[in-house]
C-alpha cells in the first residue's frame, strides 16, 4: 500500500483534496518549527518530535496509512542529499583540514570495525542468521548529520572535536549507504568480500571525484554570472549541489558522497549573496528534516515495535558500549588522540534518519525479516537518542571537551556587481560584536577597499577614516573581488578580538597558533536545530 491509502485518495484528485492536503502540510510544517525550541531546551535532536509526529498522524493516531517501503526510501534519499549539502555548506574547511585523516579513518575503517563488533554481538545473543546481522550491524553504524549537527551546534564543543564528529557523520554515510545496498542486493549471494569491497572504494572515490568537479566548475560559474535577482543565486547553488548528486548516481558512484563534498567546496567558495544562499539551504534542511522524518514515522507500525524493543537494546547497546568505542579507539590511537577526547567522540556518535532510511532498503528489496529489521533500527534511534543527546553536554564537561561560549560574530554578505570587477559587502554590527566603537581607519581593510556608506538610525552617509562603528549600523564596503575572502576575514577577526586584533602579529589575518585554533572553534557555525 501506499500513497493511495493516505486519507481514502481514490486515484482522482480534486481542488477539496488539494486544500485538505496543503493545510494539514502546513500545520504540520508550524507544529515541527514551534518543536524545534522544545527540542534545543531539552539538548535532543528535533528528529524525535518529528518521528512523534509521524506516528500521531499514522494508524494508531489519525488513522492515516502508509506502508510505502519502496517510496520512503526514494523520498528519504532526497532528503538526506539536502541535509548533507547544507552540512557541506555550513562546515568550514580551515576547521575541517586539520582533522580530515582522522575524520576519514573514522568513516570507513572505523565504520567497518563498528559493523564487524556488532555483527558479531548480535549473532552470539541473537537467534539471526548472518546476512541479517549484517544488515543490522551496517544500518545502525552509521551516525547521522543531521543529529549530530542539530546537538552539537547548539554547544559549545572545542572546535577540533566538533569538526572531527561533524566530518564523520558527513563522510560516513556514504560507506554505510553501499554496504547495506551491496548486501542486501544480488551481489551478497554472487560477489566475493573482495568483490564488494572494490564496488564500496569505487563509489566511494568516484563520488568523491564528481562531487568536487562539478562544485568547481558551479563556483567558477557563479562567479562570473551576475544574476538579476539575489534569490536566484542560493537556487543555483543547490542545483549544483544536486547535479553533483545525480551525475554520481548515473557513473554508478555514490550521490550521497558527492552531494556533500559538494556542498563543502560550494559552502567555502567566494559566492556572491553567500548570507542569503546559507539561510535558503538551511530552511530547505529544516523541510527535508520535517518531511523526512514525518514520513518514518508514518511508516512505522507502533503495534509491532513493543515486541522489537528487546532486540532494540541488544543492538543498541553493542553499538553504544561496545563496537563505536572499539572502533574509535582502533582508528584514533595512531593519531594519539588523548582517552578523554575518545570518550567524548564514542559518546557523540548520534544516530538519526540515515539508520532508518537504510531500514526501509531490506523491505524494499523483500528481504525476510525487514519488518523486524525496520522496528529494530527505529526503536534503537528513539531510545539511544533520549540516553544520548541529553546527556552529552554532561560528557563534554567530564571530559574536557566543553568550551567557553564566545557569541561574538559579524553577519557579511556580498554581491557582485555587473559591469565591473569588483564587489559589495555588507556587514551589521551585532550587540555582542567588538567592532562597536572601532573607527573605520582601524579596520585595517586591504588597499583599494573602502567602507563607502553606513546606515545608522534610518540615516544613510559617508563615514570618514575617523567614524566610530555602533551597533546596529550596516555598513557597505566596496572591493574588487580579490580582497573579498581578506576583507570577510579581517572582519570576523575585529569582530571577535577587537581594535588590535592582529596587531601583535604583523599583518591583519596573520595570527599566531593559539589564535588560529580559536578562530577554527568559531568559524563552525552555531545553531540550534
Known amino acids: 500500500m501506499g500513497l493511495a491509502d493516505l486519507g481514502g485518495f481514490d486515484g482522482r484528485f480534486e481542488a477539496a483534496d488539494l486544500d485538505t492536503v496543503v493545510l494539514v ?37 489519525l488513522g492515516l496509512r502508509f506502508e510505502d517501503a519502496e517510496l520512503t526510501q526514494v523520498l528519504g534519499n532526497l532528503a538526506l542529499a539536502v541535509i548533507l549539502a547544507d552540512g557541506g555548506f555550513t562546515t568550514r574547511w580551515a576547521a575541517v583540514r586539520p582533522v580530515a585523516p582522522m575524520a576519514a579513518v573514522l568513516a570507513t575503517a572505523g565504520v567497518f570495525v563498528s559493523v564487524a ?20 550491524g551496517a544500518v545502525a553504524s552509521s551516525t547521522d548529520a543531521a543529529a549530530v549537527f542539530s546537538v552539537l551546534r547548539a554547544m559549545p564543543v572545542r572546535g577540533r572535536l566538533r569538526s572531527l564528529v561533524e566530518a564523520e557523520s558527513g563522510f560516513n554515510d556514504p560507506p554505510v549507504i553501499v554496504l547495506v545496498t551491496v548486501v542486501t542486493s544480488d551481489a551478497w549471494e554472487d560477489s566475493g568480500a573482495l568483490s564488494i569491497a572494490g564496488q564500496i572504494g569505487y563509489q566511494l572515490v568516484v563520488g568523491l571525484v ?27 547553488t543547490l542545483a549544483i549541489a544536486f547535479v553533483a548528486f545525480a551525475v554520481s548516481g548515473l557513473v554508478g558512484a555514490s550521490p550521497i558522497m558527492a552531494i556533500y563534498v559538494a556542498g563543502l567546496v560550494l559552502g567555502n567558495a567566494d559566492l556572491p549573496h553567500r548570507s542569503t544562499t546559507e539561510g535558503f539551504v538551511e530552511g530547505m534542511a529544516w523541510l527535508a528534516q520535517i518531511g523526512l522524518f514525518v514520513l518514518l514515522g508514518l511508516l512505522a507500525s507502533p503495534g509491532r515495535l513493543l515486541e522489537a524493543l528487546p532486540w532494540a537494546l ?40 540515515v539508520p532508518i ?17 525496520f522496528d529494530v533500527v527505529f526503536l534503537l534511534v528513539v531510545v539511544f537518542t533520549l540516553v544520548q543527546g541529553p546527556t552529552l553536554p554532561w560528557v563534554a564537561r ?13 553577519a557579511i554578505e556580498s554581491a ?9 559587502l555588507q556587514f551589521t554590527v551585532a550587540p555582542e560584536s567588538r567592532l562597536a566603537g572601532v573607527e573605520v581607519a582601524e579596520l585595517r581593510l586591504p588597499p583599494g577597499a573602502v567602507v ?51 596587531w601583535y602579529a604583523g599583518l591583519p589575518g596573520r595570527r599566531g597558533p593559539a589564535a588560529a585554533e580559536a578562530a577554527t572553534a568559531r568559524a563552525t557555525p552555531s545553531r540550534p536545530r
Open 25 to 61: 502540510a502546513a500545520l504540520v510544517v508550524l507544529a515541527a518549527a514551534a518543536a524545534v525550541r522544545l527540542a534545543s531546551r531539552a539538548g535532543l535532536p528535533s528528529l524525535l518530535l518529528y518521528l512523534g509526529i509521524g506516528l500521531a498522524l499514522g494508524e494508531s493516531g
Open 117 to 136: 563488533v556488532t555483527t558479531g554481538l548480535v549473532l552470539l545473543v541473537l537467534d539471526v542468521d548472518l546476512r541479517t546481522a549484517i544488515v543490522l
Open 210 to 236: 564528481v562531487g568536487v568537479a562539478v562544485a568547481l566548475a558551479g563556483v567558477w560559474l557563479l562567479r562570473r554570472s551576475a544574476l538579476p535577482a539575489s534569490g536566484l543565486y542560493p537556487l543555483a
Open 314 to 353: 541488544v543492538v543498541g547497546a553493542s553499538l553504544t558500549l561496545v563496537a563505536r568505542p572499539v572502533s574509535v579507539l582502533t582508528c584514533l590511537l595512531p593519531f594519539r588522540v588523548p582517552w578523554r577526547d575518545q570518550v567524548f567522540i564514542s559518546w557523540a556518535g548520534l544516530r538519526g534518519a
Open 357 to 373: 532510511v537504510l531500514a526501509t532498503i531490506p523491505m524494499s528489496v523483500g528481504l525476510p525479516g525487514a519488518e523486524r529489521v
Open 398 to 410: 567530564r571530559t574536557g571537551a566543553a568550551a567557553a561560549e564566545n557569541p561574538r560574530a559579524v
Open 416 to 424: 557582485p556587481l555587473e559591469d565591473i570587477d569588483a564587489t559589495l
Open 452 to 502: 563607502t556608506l553606513l546606515l545608522r538610525d534610518d540615516q544613510l552617509f559617508v563615514p570618514t577614516p575617523a567614524t566610530a562603528l555602533r551597533v546596529g549600523d550596516h555598513a557597505l564596503v566596496a572591493t574588487d573581488r580579490t580582497h573579498v575572502a581578506d576583507i570577510e576575514e579581517r572582519l570576523r577577526q575585529v569582530s571577535q578580538e577587537g581594535r588590535l586584533a592582529g
